[in-house]
């Protein structure tokens, strides 16, 4: 792919914005599988884009070979699951060339990514991270793919799930699993049912996933 025009301002403008929700640098591409997994956090939250050639702290290196292409097809078609939509563009800045992979957010989700170990893993962009997705998340994107829609029955289990919400303010998923003394895979499904609904939300906070009553 030929490089554009120099486009100096526009990738220090880009460069500027730092890494977040929707922009990730890379020095280099050495791994399919691991750019996968930030394929995947694009795809399950906002979508995003990748700047291939920059350093962490926002230097342009450029990207040293075509080899960095054939990785993020790699990523996005053989180590996604399922294969992600991409668009790839080079630019040329500093004399260098910057390679720009723009994800959109997927319409199938959950979008899994094949880590070393061969395993399918999906997860999510939060702030400048990738972080792994959980049993909830799985399963609101489970529910939200059923095309006949999901009936909530309210029952005294709905309903001490949702007082234990009220009193503590928010609570993890074991906590949530010990505290209304239900089991695991039905907690995980009446949480998932309430985000849906409107009435629960997430938030991370200490490397953790909680759940809380959404104001």
Known sequence: MKPQSDHTTYIHHLIAEGEHQQQDFKFEISDARKIAKTLSAFANTRGGRLLIGVK?????????????????EAAARLY???????HMQTYEAEGRHILIVQVEESSQKPVYACNEDGRYLA?????????LATPVHLRVWQQNGNPQGEYMAYTDREQRLLNLLQENGSLSLNQCCKQARLPRRIVENLLAQF???????????GHQFRFQLKT
Not at 56 to 72: C, F, L, P, T
Not at 123 to 131: A, F, H, T, V
């Open 56 to 72: 962490d702290n926002g230097k342009i290196a450029g990207v040293r070979s075509d080899e960095e292409q054939y990785m993020i």
């Open 80 to 86: 996604c699951r399922p294969e992600i939509g991409y």
């Open 123 to 131: 997860y999510l962009r939060i702030k400048d991270e990738n972080i």
């Open 195 to 205: 985000i849906r609904y409107g009435l629960v939300e997430t938030l991370f906070e």
